[in-house]
């Protein structure tokens, strides 16, 4: 905590307090520059950045006096420091001294600083991603923190009405009435009308999570250039700090900012790769009804954003308010479900081919390993020898049960959805052949095949590398091909197969899932 004296800011504002420091820090040899942003000035001197607040009063903050500025700087660096906390140094005093503003000496505090260190070039998710060195592994690891991040945060308090169903509404309304003076009020107008709709229809769902925990502190501005891609890590920082409201929200609202972000962009596939990664550690399934709503609100966000900085002249990077405008539209339409099943002996290379199908269809996955682990409290990658056996029959049908309720919720939402199990029996295949009928939604099977020889060298080295979800050893490939219950002659007209050992032809499979028959329901 900064406990200097505090006397009255000076008449200069925080631009002349940020270029005073420049001077003083060129007078000493050290190169800099000086960057603003809408509330803020910063300075960038040698190995450190330095954040002057501006003495802003406006709707959505108040900078607008120096015990105000000192107390959110502190919190910057309190919130930050949750996911970046080596960036943050800490908070410092700019003083009155000879010469002009000082970061030294003893004399009366004039403003405030957050320090940090200096970002490496080119360093911004952002920046990487226009250069296409944004890698999909990375921004993997990043989504499964980012749920770890949201796990442990506080919860909202109860009687605080964050992430209640009006004020989800409330905040879409405010973005609306900002962008229609820059937009097509038309636009803006039926968008308005889709947000009263949806939130009206997702209401319950919205106040159920609220009630289960889903609403808590996250980050509130998760866009790709507030995301950091060092050598050794990937992280976010420059979260919200002057607005409690903007960053106590579901946590399916923090992650579709990213989502979004990555849609804008063009990279649906590293969207739902960061999608299904989120999933894997979160299960949080019942997120994605509401994710999006939440998605075409954060496209208004960064549209009303971009036509701010157009009316101010501000250069852009190469998006446009109508571009984001025209995301929230498309992401308003309804989506088109269907449903592929995975089918496959351990090795087969269900997951590897589930994972190109899923970024490129912009599809959900729901793997077997992982959810049969979630439902005995462990994560993906734990050893569940620790409880016991969780492969008997007993285990293996409540597994099957629960994926296809997890389907079904997903399709309810409107994803394609995939399932990667095994499928081995003929009786888990028609539970879903008959999902599929039930909801009217395109169904497909999706036969994975390769020599015994290969599965084996597979179950090998995944044993070996202890990087996925799956525990089948040789022993397992043994025992399951041999209770295999093969494909039926009448399940073939739904099933597509591949062999794995081969190049895969990922845009043709896709391109037969998505001519997929409804099949017929089953009296």
Known sequence: MVSNPIVPQAARGAKDVA???????????????????????VLLAGAFAYKIKKPLQLGFLDFGTLDARRRYCEEEVRLNRRLAPRLYI????????AGGPSLEGRGAVI????????LPPHALASERLERGRLDAEALGHFARRLAEFHRDAP??????????????????QRALVGLAAHADP????????????????????????????????????????????????????????FDPALRWIDVMNDLAFLLMDLLAHGRRDLA???????????????????????????????????????????????????????????????????????????????????????????????????????????????DSKAVGDLYGAADTEATYARLAALARGALEAGYPTIVDAAFLRREQRDRMRALAARMQVPFAILDCQAPIAVLRERVRERRAARADASEADEAVLDTLAAVEEPLGDDERAWTLEVRTDEPLAVASLLGCWQ?????????
Not at 213 to 238: K, P
Request: proline share 5%.
């Open 272 to 382: 739902f790769g960061v999608l299904d990664a989120y999933l894997e550690v979160s299960g949080d399934h019942d997120g994605l009804a509401v994710l999006p709503l939440f998605m075409v609100y954060r496209a208004l966000v960064r549209a009303l954003v971009y036509a701010l900085r157009a009316a101010a002249h501000v250069p852009g990077n190469g998006h446009t308010a109508a571009d984001y405008l025209r995301l929230a539209e498309r992401l308003a339409e309804p989506g088109v479900p269907r449903l592929l099943v995975m089918h496959g002996l351990p090795g087969s290379g269900k997951t590897r081919v589930s994972q190109q199908l899923l970024e490129r269809a912009g599809a959900v996955r729901l793997r077997s390993d992982v959810e049969r682990k979630r439902a005995a409290g462990l994560a993906a990658l734990a």
């Open 515 to 523: 001519v997929a028959a409804v099949p017929p329901r089953v009296s």
């Open 111 to 118: 403003e405030y600083a957050v320090k940090m260190h200096r």
């Open 186 to 241: 038309a636009v803006c107008a039926a968008l308005g009308r889709w947000f009263d709709d949806r939130v009206a229809a997702l209401a319950p769902r919205l106040a159920g999570r609220r009630a289960a925990g889903r609403v808590r502190e996250g980050h509130g501005d998760l866009h790709l250039a507030n995301i950091l891609v060092a050598e050794d890590e990937i992280t976010a920082f420059d979260c919200i700090e």
């Open 155 to 172: 919860q909202a308090p109860a009687d605080s009405g964050w992430g209640a169903p009006q004020a989800v509404l409330d905040d879409a």
């Open 19 to 41: 270029a005073a420091l420049r001077a003083r820090f060129e007078s000493q040899g050290l190169p800099t520059s000086l960057i603003e942003t809408h509330i803020s000035w």
């Open 90 to 97: 800490g908070v410092v005093p700019v003083r009155e001294a």
